[in-house]
Structure formats: structure tokens, C-alpha cells
């Protein structure tokens, strides 16, 4: 048979019957509470951690309770409890960091760093845009450049809202194919 816990549910649900085994343990809890508490937040980062390191260690010593004999080294026998219990924890943690003999070396960046290879790039996309004929040339100018909705492109070029949408669609399917911009990607 199971022994209950000391709960103010479980003594709200049966107030005619002992609901706990060792009374002097729950008004040590309500009494002390507070005090372990910190200790806990002390040892953890998050709250809730904390609550459930102390909610650990007082269950440790719920079981060890009738063997503590020195009823004046209670906080440092539960305390010892969290302490364990956190070194515990943090030696269960999983580890995804492994050591290797040679460092992985990082992926070469594509020349975005380097301002000479965006300014060759950014010339090589303008006399692509050049090659375009004027009113799609407008059109991606007027979408990309100075980014405009499409709606606001056609009232802009005074064109419906379909004929933006298909001639921006075969400009940019024309910038993909010229050579100067294949040879940058």
C-alpha cells in the first residue's frame, strides 16, 4: 500500500482520516517552503526548474524522514537533496558537442562580403536590365528597384494589372537566361 502525500487537496478531500504519515513533515514544508525555494532558484535558471528541483528533493526526504535522526539539521539535509539532485540533472544532460581531430572549416562566402564583386554584380544586372525592352525594362524598374506593388506599377504605366504581372513574369525569365548574370551565380 502506497502512503498519501501531504496535500491541502488530499486533506480538503478526507478531513476525517490522517492524510499524511508524518505530520511534523508537512509544517516543516509549509514552514520552510519559501526559504528552499530560493536555494532551488539558486542552483537552476528557470523558475519552474527550481519548483520541480524542490518539489524532488522534499520527496527524497519524505522517504528518508523517520531515518533523520538531528530534527535541527533538516535544512541542511534538504538542501544537500537539491544540491544532489541538480548534479544529477546536470550529468544526465545530453551532450551534442563531440571533439574532433581537425576543425571543420566554413563554407567560402560567395563574394558578398567583398565590395568589389557587389559593385561587378550590380553592374552586370544593370546592363542585363539595359538589353530589356523599354516598357519591360520600366515595368521591373518600377517593381524591383523602386518596389511597387503591381497594382501600383499598372496605375503608374497606365496598364491593367494582368499585363504587368506577364510582361514582369517574361523580363525576369530573360534576365535568368542572360549570360553576363549566369556566370555571377
Excluded at 81 to 109: G, H, I, M, Y
Amino acid at each position: 500500500m502506497t502512503t498519501p502525500v501531504c496535500t491541502s487537496a488530499s486533506a480538503a478531500a478526507a478531513p476525517a482520516r490522517q492524510t499524511c504519515t508524518y505530520p511534523s513533515f508537512a509544517s516543516y514544508v509549509r514552514a520552510r517552503q519559501p526559504v528552499l525555494l530560493r536555494t532551488a532558484r539558486s542552483l537552476t535558471a528557470n523558475p519552474s526548474d527550481a519548483e520541480d528541483l524542490l518539489q524532488t528533493a522534499l520527496a527524497k526526504t519524505y522517504v528518508a524522514w523517520e531515518r533523520i535522526e538531528d530534527q535541527r539539521a533538516l535544512d541542511g539535509y534538504v538542501r544537500r537533496a537539491l544540491l544532489n539532485t541538480r548534479t544529477s540533472q546536470w550529468r544526465k544532460r545530453r551532450v551534442d558537442e563531440f571533439a574532433c581531430d581537425e576543425l571543420p572549416e566554413p563554407e567560402p562566402v560567395r563574394g558578398d562580403d567583398d565590395p568589389a564583386e557587389r559593385q561587378a554584380l550590380h553592374d552586370a544586372m544593370w546592363r542585363a536590365v539595359l538589353k530589356l525592352p523599354a516598357r519591360q525594362r520600366a515595368m521591373v524598374v518600377l517593381r524591383y528597384y523602386e518596389d511597387l506593388s503591381e497594382a501600383q506599377t499598372a496605375e503608374v504605366l497606365g496598364v491593367s494589372v494582368g499585363t504587368v504581372k506577364s510582361a514582369v513574369s517574361r523580363a525576369l525569365g530573360k534576365l535568368r537566361e542572360d549570360p553576363e548574370l549566369v556566370l555571377a551565380r
